[in-house]
């Protein structure tokens, strides 16, 4: 009895089994951080066709001292596309087609992916579809680029506490990033790069210290902070706004609070030393007509900075408020 009950079961998981829809394989995608894999003929690549798309999407990064670009491409041949050159996270495919069409599909040949299938009768036709989605594909790209980060940060994020028990909100960062300074308004993270530092600072302001909302203000806020607490290599010298760099200002949302973002450029008075920053001053909805400023800055001389620049952005956009 007991073995025949047993072989009812097991027909039963067979049959179940049978009867699931079955899921197709995706393997993991690849690829570095803000690559986007550009699937053309050569002669495409080479021509009007290429040149147009490098010219769309590998716009500057706002706030680099240097231009460099948001996205680096890489060109593959449709020889070349197949197997494991189908992995990569970001593609835009181009086919030759008498059908015209602009297509956005997730994870076509691995996850997570995001692929771009242009289709149209000739180059032109395939140029004015990148034209008018533009937009959309650097948002979507970007939005995807900044999950990716994350995802991987999750994989070993921070234990500390210090971020949430001083303001009552908290952050996403991997433990590479240690606290070089904590006082009762003001709090300093750093990690450590093969030729300098990335830095994450969070401090308060109340609601007169941040009354205008102007550019002009949060500069004079950054300098006031820097004298007060980031220090140079020298005796007396701070950091402050490179005021030789016009900074990028905008109002916007963070954590669904009224937020002011600014990308600059800092530099350490009387010294050599400089870099970029992006800096948010967000309002904290647990303290009425309070604010919170977070700001990653990286220090990184004669080496790319889009990167850097990218993960302390990427770490500043986690931000939630806890409730109280």
Not at 94 to 111: E, G, P, Y
Not at 133 to 159: A, D, Y
Not at 265 to 290: C, L, Q, R, S
Request: include cysteine.
């Amino acid at each position: 009895m007991k073995n025949r009950y047993l072989l009812i079961v097991f027909a039963l998981f067979i049959a179940a089994c049978e009867s699931a829809p079955s899921k197709p394989y995706l393997a993991d995608s690849s690829g570095n951080m803000n690559n986007i894999t550009i699937v053309m003929s050569k002669s495409q690549w080479d021509g009007v066709l290429g040149e147009f798309v490098r010219d769309e999407l590998a716009t500057p990064y706002e706030g680099l001292p240097l231009d460099e670009p948001r996205f680096s491409l890489r060109h593959l041949s449709p020889k070349a596309f197949s197997g494991f050159g189908r992995h990569g996270r970001n593609i835009i495919w181009f086919l030759k087609d008498t059908i015209n069409q602009f297509q956005l599909v997730q994870n076509q040949f691995a996850s997570p992916q995001l692929v771009a299938i242009v289709r149209g009768e000739d180059d032109e036709v395939m140029s004015e579809y990148i034209r008018e989605n533009t937009s959309l594909l650097i948002r979507t790209f970007q939005e995807g680029e900044r999950k990716e980060k994350i995802r991987r940060i999750l994989k070993s994020p921070t234990k500390d506490n210090e971020f949430e028990s001083k303001f009552f909100a908290e952050i996403t960062y991997p433990t590479a990033y240690t606290v070089v300074k904590d006082t009762s308004n003001f709090l300093w993270i750093e990690k450590p790069i093969q030729k300098g530092t990335m830095n994450l600072i969070a401090y308060r302001l109340t609601t007169e210290s941040f009354d205008k909302k102007t550019l002009n203000q949060v500069v004079s806020i950054r300098d006031s902070i820097g004298k007060l607490h980031i220090p140079g290599r020298l005796p007396g010298t701070f950091m402050i706004t490179e005021k030789a760099y016009l900074p990028y200002f905008y109002k916007t949302t963070l954590d669904g609070q009224t937020a002011y973002l600014t990308k600059g450029m800092w530099e350490v008075k009387k010294d050599f030393m400089a870099g970029p920053f992006v800096n948010y001053i967000v309002e904290d909805p647990n303290n009425n007509g309070e604010w919170l400023a977070i700001e990653g800055f990286a220090f990184a001389p004669s080496v790319s900075k889009r990167d850097y620049m990218f993960e302390l952005n990427s770490i500043l956009s986690t931000l939630k408020f806890k409730k109280k």
